[in-house]
């Protein structure tokens, strides 16, 4: 950015200004960083973040860019009216402000964002002048900032340039806390971007006694001809003068003064009227965009040309003239109203009320509105004994207005504000409060909605973002930063639709109306729910280039060629299965031999010998397999077709023998690889070895001695799914950008599945969403993250499931194996490839459903908005609490739908419904006694309904 000209845009630009700034400098690119900008259509945003960082800043080059000229970038206004004006800034500009300054080695305060006109100038200030910049804490909360700038002005803050409005807050928020608070150690205070009260200068006297007290006239329409005026109070002077008296600082620069109607007025007959600044006809700004454009029939207009050729800009301030280059501002012009032929500035009558009310009242503002009433704004004074009422104010100040010989102002209406509130200027929201003025009524029905907490966190920022747009969309400035109920505001089907349009265009992300529409959804539920949608932060994110392992562990001699011709093994001798102990490898075994009656299974387990492998199969089957049937024929029919394979997945051959492994290959058709490590927070590298290179020899076994069908048992979160609004398909995924390392693990392998199959091995790929449960026990594993999840809620009486959209997909294990089954006996399985076993209809269940079951089952759980339950659980942590966060984040990341139209094609039969699964799954759980007993208990099932039954997990923790 060296050399090139730039543009800073303010953080709150709504999209409509920032395509229009974008399209009048044909802007193509926005840089950010701690600060991601909504979508701009046609402009591409781009991350500083990923540009490493230089150890030295190298020298501006006129070979990279083009000729300098003395505008070094563009200002922008902050756009609180409409879209933005941008102007050239000049290098020059800042002149002014170190002449002003002129303290070597000072500390400067920059209170304002850094697209302002002052922030620039006093950052270029600043490091001429060799001095500190100051910067407070980054929030979007007046108070918490205004705080954060007392702590400097604590720790020694010897300059502080700001709005008078913000002073005033700064000073209120500090006697608030401290009644006799004085910062002794400030030289300069430095006062723009408003009109100065004189009142905020003497407060400014008392709280700074040390200090230079500046207040600088100027604007970014008049900084374009250096015309800036200064007010000095000497840090010695102790009284303030009755007026302000502003003398321009720059020679060359004119003052006029022009009528309502942009005609000039003559000095000897009037020195009151609307400022004009003019600089000689030769001066190069005449060939600004600005004036060459300027409509010269707008009199009013803020540049244009006198009659003579000198470019002018006017102010839109009224003043009194002193002398040629000295005057005092009386008000906006656009602040004067005529009342009974008179005219009154509504600035000098919010002055009066400061300044002789403020026993009551802590600030107020004078706005007339479209309708040509005059409606008063305060906020009313913290800590007096008697709040007054809005009629007792209106007296109040009528009768000030009268004992001060002011024409008689008709106030038609008045109520109070908890604070003003500012914009990213730290100036007054003016136009935020000209749309309170002219919404009384809707402002008085939006006060009962509470106000958004607001401090220094994303959730904080979003939620007022979404407040601020479903304020815009309805047209009712008074909800803007509250959290109202978006159902119960006058939201329907058409403005919720604009709602998630503009939710969209702002933050990327896109939330049905209905969503928006449901019971009990504010701009705060809204926000966590889109910061779920947009968090591309990985919980285990990848160590290792996914795609690089797949490559590195591909092995070309898995191939089809040099093998007998395959033949479909329609009734195989052998079958080999891995991860016959775990949770879905004991009703695999059951339903694999029950298919194949006259086929050996050979189960790869980890044990000491053959028959180790033998009974922790038949223990595990034992837990899980309840069907008394099942079981007999396990024991007695099925037994003498099993054989113990003791090995480890990671090792080579699986830590078979040669005899073995040559056995294996010779006497075997078929190979279900269902085993691997299962840690939800491993990363890849921990778990690599059985789940990667146990496929890679899975692969080498199904292609040594004769092809044998390999069916893989994977997952669904091998596929992207975040913001994913529809169904995942049945297709290979290239894309490995995956939270933690088991899916990434299973990604590598499913990779490694796909090559071998373009070299002609016959496999399928088979994704299992959440296996929980079988069907009529509810038989579960009780290390599975549901249960943990469910569990944990149930002990702290408290789920996130108010207003959440999250929906789960699972299916019970029975259901899985005979799925699994299924496919591994159909030949066209091998065409159709890649399977998803869960369906788009029984297989859903919501999460919010899955907590109203444990409440009809005599559990108490109250729900509460996500952002809620994570400030409880912050509130009182433990070892319980702190293993929800990431169960809550794994569940949201499962909220998907599922396609599978290659299963059905196979296996019509659909899951059974997920509600009842769960309920079963619940009253397995509480017979286990893996959950707390229920204080209020439902129909409990009869000892004799209910087989003997035991806890299995998979780590073997009770």
Same mark, same amino acid.
């Given at each position: 950015?060296?050399?090139?000209?730039?543009?800073?845009?303010?953080?709150?630009?709504?999209?409509?200004?920032?395509?229009?700034?974008?399209?009048r /400098?044909?802007i193509?690119?926005?840089?950010?960083?701690?600060?991601?900008?909504?979508?701009?259509?046609?402009?591409?945003?781009?991350?500083?973040?990923?540009?490493?960082?230089?150890?030295?800043?190298?020298?501006?080059?006129?070979?990279?860019?083009?000729?300098?000229?003395?505008?070094?970038?563009?200002?922008?206004?902050?756009?609180?009216?409409?879209?933005?004006?941008?102007?050239?800034?000049?290098?020059?500009?800042?002149?002014?402000?170190?002449?002003?300054?002129?303290?070597?080695?000072i500390?400067?305060?920059?209170?304002?964002?850094?697209?302002?006109?002052?922030?620039?100038?006093?950052?270029?200030?600043?490091?001429?002048?060799r001095?500190?910049?100051?910067?407070?804490?980054?929030?979007?909360?007046?108070?918490?900032?205004?705080?954060?700038?007392?702590?400097?002005?604590n720790?020694?803050?010897?300059f502080?340039?700001?709005p008078?409005?913000?002073?005033?807050?700064? $000073?209120?928020? !500090?006697?608030?806390?401290?009644?006799?608070?004085?910062?002794?150690?400030?030289?300069? $205070?430095?006062?723009?971007s408003e009109?100065?009260?004189?009142?905020?200068?003497?407060?400014?006297?008392?709280?700074?006694?040390?200090?230079?007290?500046?207040?600088?006239?100027?604007?970014?329409?008049?900084?374009?001809?250096?015309?800036?005026?200064?007010?000095?109070?000497? %840090?010695?002077?102790?009284?303030?003068?009755?007026?302000?008296?502003?003398?321009?600082?720059?020679?060359?620069?004119?003052?006029?003064?022009?009528?309502?109607?942009?005609?000039?007025?003559d000095?000897?007959?009037?020195?009151?009227?609307?400022?004009?600044?003019?600089?000689?006809?030769?001066?190069?700004?005449?060939?600004?965009?600005?004036?060459?454009?300027?409509?010269?029939?707008?009199?009013?207009?803020?540049?244009?040309?006198?009659?003579?050729?000198?470019?002018?800009?006017?102010?839109?301030?009224?003043?009194?003239?002193?002398?040629?280059?000295?005057?005092?501002v009386v008000?906006?012009f656009?602040?004067?109203?005529?009342?009974? !032929?008179?005219?009154v500035?509504?600035?000098?009558?919010?002055?009066?009320?400061n300044?002789?009310?403020?026993?009551?009242?802590?600030?107020?503002a004078?706005?007339?509105?479209?309708?040509?009433?005059?409606?008063?704004?305060?906020?009313?004074?913290?800590?007096?004994?008697?709040?007054?009422?809005?009629?007792?104010i209106?007296?109040?100040?009528?009768?000030?207005?009268?004992?001060?010989?002011?024409?008689?102002?008709?106030?038609?209406?008045?109520?109070?504000?908890?604070?003003?509130?500012?914009?990213?200027?730290?100036?007054?929201?003016?136009?935020?409060?000209?749309?309170?003025a002219?919404?009384?009524?809707?402002?008085?029905?939006?006060?009962?909605?509470?106000?958004l907490?607001?401090?220094?966190? +994303?959730?904080?920022?979003?939620?007022?973002?979404?407040?601020?747009i479903?304020?815009?969309?309805?047209?009712?400035?008074?909800?803007?930063?509250?959290?109202?109920?978006?159902g119960?505001?006058?939201?329907?089907?058409?403005? #919720? !639709?604009?709602?998630?349009?503009a939710?969209?265009?702002?933050?990327?992300?896109e939330?049905?109306?209905?969503i928006?529409?449901?019971?009990?959804?504010?701009?705060?539920?809204?926000?966590?729910?889109? $910061?779920d949608?947009?968090?591309?932060r990985?919980?285990?994110?990848?160590? *290792?280039?996914?795609?690089?392992e797949?490559?590195?562990?591909?092995?070309?001699?898995?191939?089809?060629?040099?093998?007998?011709?395959?033949?479909?093994?329609?009734?195989?001798?052998?079958?080999?299965?891995?991860?016959?102990?775990?949770?879905?490898? #004991?009703?695999? +075994?059951y339903?694999?031999?029950?298919?194949?009656?006259?086929a050996?299974?050979?189960?790869?387990?980890?044990?000491k010998?053959?028959?180790?492998?033998i009974?922790r199969?038949?223990?595990?089957?034992?837990?899980?397999?309840l069907?008394?049937?099942?079981?007999?024929? +396990?024991?007695?029919?099925?037994?003498?077709?099993?054989? !113990?394979?003791?090995?480890?997945?990671?090792?080579?051959?699986?830590?078979?023998?040669?005899?073995?492994?040559?056995?294996?290959?010779?006497?075997?058709?078929?190979?279900?690889?269902?085993?691997?490590?299962?840690?939800?927070?491993?990363?890849?590298?921990?778990?690599? =070895?059985?789940?990667?290179? =146990?496929?890679?020899t899975?692969?080498?076994?199904?292609?040594?001695?004769?092809?044998?069908?390999?069916?893989?048992?994977?997952? $669904?979160?091998?596929?992207?799914?975040?913001?994913?609004?529809?169904? +995942?398909?049945?297709?290979?995924?290239?894309?490995?950008?995956?939270?933690?390392?088991?899916?990434?693990t299973?990604?590598?392998?499913?990779?490694?599945?796909?090559? %071998?199959?373009?070299? =002609?091995?016959?496999?399928?790929?088979?994704?299992?969403?959440?296996?929980?449960?079988?069907s009529?026990?509810?038989?579960?594993?009780?290390?599975?993250?549901?249960?943990?999840?469910?569990?944990?809620?149930?002990?702290?009486?408290?789920?996130?499931?108010? %207003?959440?959209?999250?929906?789960?997909?699972?299916?019970?294990?029975d259901?899985? #194996?005979?799925?699994?089954?299924?496919?591994v006996?159909?030949?066209?399985?091998?065409?159709?490839?890649?399977?998803?076993?869960?369906?788009?209809?029984?297989?859903?269940?919501?999460?919010?459903?899955?907590?109203?079951?444990v409440?009809?089952?005599?559990?108490?759980?109250?729900?509460?908005?996500?952002?809620?339950?994570?400030?409880?659980?912050?509130?009182?942590?433990? *070892?319980?609490?702190n293993?929800?966060?990431?169960?809550?984040?794994m569940?949201?990341?499962?909220? *998907?739908?599922?396609?599978?139209?290659?299963?059905?094609?196979?296996?019509?039969?659909?899951?059974?419904? #997920?509600?009842?699964? *769960?309920?079963?799954?619940?009253?397995?759980?509480?017979?286990?006694?893996?959950?707390?007993?229920?204080?209020?208990?439902?129909?409990?099932?009869?000892?004799?309904? /209910?087989?003997?039954?035991?806890v299995?997990?998979?780590t =073997?923790?009770?």
């Amino acid at each position: 950015m060296l050399g090139k000209k730039t543009i800073n845009f303010g953080l709150n630009l709504p999209p409509a200004a920032r395509k229009a700034v974008c399209d009048r /400098y044909s802007i193509k690119y926005i840089l950010h960083h701690c600060v991601k900008p909504g979508r701009t259509q046609g402009v591409t945003l781009v991350d500083a973040s990923t540009f490493p960082m230089l150890d030295d800043i190298p020298l501006p080059s006129l070979e990279a860019c083009e000729p300098l000229d003395e505008f070094v970038t563009y200002l922008s206004t902050s756009g609180t009216t409409g879209i933005p004006k941008t102007y050239k800034y000049s290098s020059l500009s800042p002149t002014s402000l170190y002449k002003s300054i002129g303290i070597i080695n000072i500390s400067i305060g920059l209170s304002q964002a850094p697209s302002f006109t002052m922030t620039l100038g006093l950052l270029l200030t600043t490091l001429n002048l060799r001095g500190s910049a100051w910067i407070p804490d980054t929030t979007s909360n007046c108070v918490e900032k205004v705080r954060s700038i007392s702590k400097m002005l604590n720790d020694g803050l010897e300059f502080m340039g700001l709005p008078p409005s913000f002073l005033k807050l700064i $000073i209120g928020v !500090g006697v608030s806390e401290n009644r006799h608070i004085v910062w002794r150690r400030t030289r300069k $205070i430095l006062l723009g971007s408003e009109i100065v009260p004189r009142s905020v200068v003497c407060e400014a006297r008392r709280r700074f006694p040390n200090a230079e007290i500046q207040s600088v006239y100027g604007s970014s329409e008049s900084a374009l001809i250096g015309a800036g005026a200064y007010f000095s109070l000497p %840090a010695d002077a102790t009284e303030v003068p009755p007026t302000l008296v502003y003398k321009l600082s720059k020679p060359g620069v004119r003052c006029h003064i022009i009528d309502e109607h942009g005609n000039f007025i003559d000095r000897r007959f009037s020195n009151s009227g609307v400022l004009v600044f003019a600089v000689d006809p030769d001066h190069p700004v005449k060939d600004h965009p600005s004036f060459v454009n300027a409509d010269p029939d707008n009199k009013i207009g803020y540049f244009g040309f006198l009659s003579d050729g000198s470019p002018r800009v006017c102010t839109m301030d009224w003043v009194e003239m002193v002398s040629e280059n000295e005057f005092t501002v009386v008000g906006r012009f656009d602040q004067k109203v005529k009342v009974n !032929g008179v005219y009154v500035d509504l600035n000098a009558l919010e002055e009066l009320v400061n300044q002789n009310l403020n026993h009551s009242i802590a600030d107020c503002a004078f706005v007339m509105t479209s309708e040509k009433r005059i409606v008063m704004l305060y906020v009313p004074q913290s800590g007096p004994a008697i709040l007054l009422s809005p009629a007792n104010i209106i007296l109040m100040t009528e009768e000030l207005f009268a004992l001060s010989n002011v024409a008689k102002v008709p106030i038609h209406n008045c109520f109070a504000l908890e604070r003003f509130p500012f914009n990213d200027s730290n100036k007054r929201d003016l136009k935020k409060l000209r749309l309170f003025a002219e919404n009384v009524e809707q402002y008085t029905a939006s006060v009962v909605y509470p106000a958004l907490r607001i401090d220094n966190t +994303l959730l904080s920022r979003v939620a007022a973002k979404i407040s601020q747009i479903g304020s815009r969309v309805l047209g009712r400035a008074a909800l803007d930063g509250r959290n109202y109920y978006i159902g119960g505001v006058g939201f329907d089907s058409l403005s #919720a !639709g604009r709602l998630a349009l503009a939710i969209k265009d702002e933050l990327d992300v896109e939330i049905s109306p209905l969503i928006l529409l449901s019971n009990g959804m504010t701009p705060t539920d809204v926000a966590q729910l889109a $910061i779920d949608m947009l968090d591309d932060r990985l919980m285990v994110p990848p160590t *290792v280039d996914l795609y690089q392992e797949a490559v590195r562990f591909d092995d070309a001699g898995v191939t089809a060629d040099g093998l007998p011709r395959f033949v479909y093994p329609d009734n195989p001798r052998g079958i080999v299965l891995t991860g016959a102990t775990g949770f879905l490898g #004991a009703f695999l +075994l059951y339903e694999l031999a029950s298919r194949f009656p006259s086929a050996k299974i050979y189960c790869l387990v980890r044990a000491k010998d053959e028959q180790a492998a033998i009974d922790r199969i038949f223990d595990t089957a034992s837990k899980l397999i309840l069907n008394q049937q099942q079981m007999h024929d +396990l024991e007695h029919n099925i037994r003498p077709r099993i054989v !113990g394979l003791p090995g480890d997945l990671a090792q080579d051959k699986w830590g078979l023998s040669d005899e073995r492994w040559q056995e294996i290959s010779e006497q075997s058709d078929v190979i279900v690889h269902n085993g691997a490590e299962v840690h939800w927070l491993y990363n890849y590298e921990a778990l690599k =070895g059985p789940n990667v290179l =146990g496929t890679a020899t899975a692969l080498r076994l199904a292609t040594t001695h004769h092809l044998k069908p390999l069916h893989y048992i994977s997952t $669904i979160g091998t596929l992207p799914m975040k913001g994913s609004a529809q169904p +995942l398909e049945e297709r290979m995924s290239l894309n490995w950008n995956l939270s933690g390392g088991y899916a990434q693990t299973k990604w590598v392998s499913e990779q490694l599945v796909h090559k %071998a199959r373009s070299r =002609g091995v016959p496999v399928t790929i088979i994704r299992p969403a959440a296996i929980v449960g079988e069907s009529r026990y509810g038989a579960c594993n009780v290390d599975d993250y549901i249960w943990r999840y469910v569990k944990g809620c149930i002990q702290i009486g408290i789920a996130p499931s108010h %207003a959440t959209p999250v929906t789960l997909t699972m299916d019970p294990v029975d259901h899985v #194996a005979k799925v699994v089954t299924a496919i591994v006996a159909s030949e066209q399985a091998l065409s159709n490839f890649v399977f998803h076993v869960s369906d788009s209809e029984n297989s859903l269940i919501a999460e919010k459903k899955i907590f109203e079951i444990v409440n009809a089952m005599g559990w108490r759980v109250i729900f509460e908005t996500r952002e809620q339950f994570k400030i409880l659980l912050h509130s009182a942590p433990s *070892v319980e609490t702190n293993a929800l966060f990431p169960l809550m984040h794994m569940l949201m990341d499962m909220s *998907v739908q599922v396609d599978n139209p290659n299963t059905r094609s196979i296996y019509p039969t659909p899951s059974p419904p #997920a509600e009842n699964v *769960v309920e079963r799954c619940l009253r397995f759980l509480d017979r286990v006694k893996y959950l707390p007993a229920p204080p209020e208990p439902v129909s409990p099932l009869q000892t004799d309904d /209910y087989p003997d039954v035991s806890v299995f997990g998979r780590t =073997g923790r009770n």
